[in-house]
């Protein structure tokens, strides 16, 4: 039915959200979750029970994903190709500091480990539930999150910007986007506090150097 099959793909998309690190309450996820409701929508639409249709989206999955690990394989031999020995600092105390290309590779790695994951639950959840919804998620939202990726971005797109080069990459935490305007109203609440003690000094030292 529609909310079995909507309830499955949601659970999904949970499932992968936490290793992509986009949270719901950012624009990213905001915008994850554009995606993902319309395709449950239209795939609903779709009859799933004709062999056809059910082997045309397996299909689609399979070749999505094979061009990823595709992508991945090229990254791999990028990362070992430059090989880069710039000394990277681990930023943890008591771990011995690390290089460009190792540090990269780890990334990648990580990776490598969250599509891992996020295919055995698919898998689990199309084969032993029958729902076909994260297959259609999944093949759009994993190009999606590779395409965010910042190995990708750094060796397949080629980009420069400044803060992919810096190293290492700080892991963004999933609440970072809702601490970030709870402190901005609070120095923003503070401002006035300030001002207001400021003038009270001034008044203060005024009056004492009269009382002089």
């Known amino acids: 039915t529609f ?15 936490a290793p992509a690190q986009t949270p ?46 595709a992508i991945v394989g ?3 031999q990028k990362i070992k190709a430059s090989n880069d020995q710039t000394p990277v600092p681990s930023g943890v105390d008591g771990q011995p500091d690390t290089t460009v290309a190792a540090h990269d590779m780890e990334q990648l790695m990580k990776y490598i480990k969250q599509i891992c994951i996020t295919l055995c639950i698919i898998g689990f959840i199309h084969f032993k539930m029958g729902s076909f919804p994260p297959l259609a998620i999944q093949s759009v939202m994993n190009p999606m999150n590779l395409y965010k990726n ?3 971005k750094l060796y397949i797109l080629g980009s420069r910007d400044e803060e992919l080069l810096k190293r290492p990459w700080v892991e963004e935490s999933p609440f970072s986007a809702m601490a970030q305007p709870e402190a901005e109203a609070e120095e923003t609440a503070a ?14 030292s005024k009056k004492a150097k009269k009382e002089d």
């Open 3 to 17: 909310w079995s099959s909507t309830h499955s793909a949601v659970a999904a998309a949970a499932a992968v959200a």
């Open 24 to 69: 719901l309450f950012t624009m990213a996820g905001l915008g994850n979750f554009m995606v993902i409701l319309p395709m449950i929508f239209i795939v609903n639409k779709i009859d799933f029970t004709e062999e056809m249709n059910a082997l045309a989206l397996r299909i689609i999955f399979c070749v999505v994903h094979l061009t990823i690990l």
């Open 74 to 76: 090229l990254i791999y």
């Open 150 to 152: 910042k190995v990708f």
């Open 191 to 204: 401002e006035p506090a300030e001002q207001t003690m400021d003038v009270l000094e001034a008044k203060k």
